[in-house]
């Protein structure tokens, strides 16, 4: 099978670097332009990257020469964007116009109303707007967005539930430092500390949701009518972040059928070659999940649960540069492939 050209905007970044460790050994896409700033352009990838994962920077990528972020220096038919938001907002546009598919993990597009914010395992129906979107826009491409990674983990664990009937969802976050990038939270800031605030992560999390779990009417997304309330924290944590998620709903599940929900959920995406097994796990010990325990199941896109109290209370936990960014648009580009439109 001849494999489809995959580029990276944004490559020498935190989630850049696991999309080129996931993009490597990928039996469908070809690693074949690293795109970032100015001051990277022209240098070797191995040069101008500081390679921050613990497995070793792929010969491959390193040997590859770092091209600006545009779309005439981009040899691609696929761009994954890494970039930061105020970058994405016009940059993505550019490469879609110029004709590229354009697979975001930034947050400047994601609730534009006819592009798709995707989970495969979520609402692939979503993917209707596509059509709607090169149509109003006029572009031979199209972007496709990956929600933020709070929301990502939340939202897997809420689909099994709609069938309940979900009323309100409140959550409080612990989250990764690994979230804020390599130069994000200086070390005096974090260390013995929890920072009880990240600046617009509650109010993702609260129109995400609402927009992934809404209904696609066939000319665009009607917002889920349930209640969504976040408290978002930064904690000492390097990679993982965890929540705490009570969920109302009106057909008043008990405990055991919430976590029978949880371990029955099959989305029906068996081919993906991302895709974990199972999606969602869940823990029988009284502790976990824990990110440094679970994090790295299912090579880090399974979303671990546990601690299913009466309420509906419980905890999710999951890798946030992996399922959370990186692997959730490298899943995206993988459910566009097996639906026809790569």
């Not at 490469?95 to 798709?116: I, Y």
């Not at 990679?239 to 929900?261: F, L, N, Y």
Request: charged fraction near 25%; aromatic fraction near 6%; proline fraction near 7%.
């Amino acid at each position: 099978m001849q494999k489809i050209k995959a580029g990276v905007l944004g490559a020498t970044g935190n989630v850049g670097q696991r999309f080129i460790e996931m993009l490597g050994n990928h039996p469908w896409f070809e690693l074949t332009s690293l795109a970032a700033s100015d001051k990277s352009a022209g240098k070797k990838y191995s040069q101008a990257a500081s390679w921050r994962l613990d497995n070793k920077m792929p010969e491959d990528a390193g040997d590859m020469t770092v091209v600006p972020v545009d779309p005439k220096k981009v040899d691609a038919d696929i761009v994954f964007s890494a970039l930061p938001t105020e970058l994405a907002k016009t940059i993505e546009p550019e490469f879609a116009k110029a004709g590229f598919v354009v697979a975001s993990n930034a947050s400047a597009l994601r609730m534009m109303k006819d592009v798709p914010l995707i989970i495969p395992e979520v609402n692939p129906e979503h993917l209707g707007l596509i059509d709607i979107q090169q149509d109003e826009r006029k572009w031979d491409g199209y972007v496709i967005t990956n929600p933020n990674c709070t929301t990502i983990m939340m939202a897997v664990t809420l689909k099994p539930l709609v069938k309940f009937n979900i009323e309100k969802i409140y959550i409080a976050s612990m989250q990764a430092i690994s979230g804020a990038g390599y130069d994000g939270i200086p070390g005096m800031a974090i260390l013995d500390n929890v920072i009880p605030y990240i600046g617009q992560e509650e109010e993702k999390v609260e129109t995400e949701t609402k927009k992934l779990l809404g209904e696609f009417n066939g000319s665009e997304v009607i917002d889920a009518p349930f209640k969504v309330s976040a408290s978002c924290n930064r904690v000492m944590v390097i990679d993982g972040h965890t929540e705490a998620i009570w969920a109302e709903m009106t057909d008043d599940p008990s405990p055991d059928e919430v976590k029978q929900a949880f371990l029955d959920f099959d989305p029906g995406l068996s081919g993906l070659p991302t895709e974990p097994t199972p999606v969602i796990e869940v823990k029988e010990e009284k502790d976990r999940p824990q990110p440094r325990l679970d994090r790295n199941i299912g090579g880090g896109m399974t979303v671990s649960v546990g601690r299913i109290r009466p309420g509906i209370r419980y905890i999710c936990m999951g890798h946030n540069t992996i399922r959370g960014a990186a692997g959730a648009s490298v899943l995206n580009a993988e459910l566009l492939k097996k639906k026809g439109k790569l």
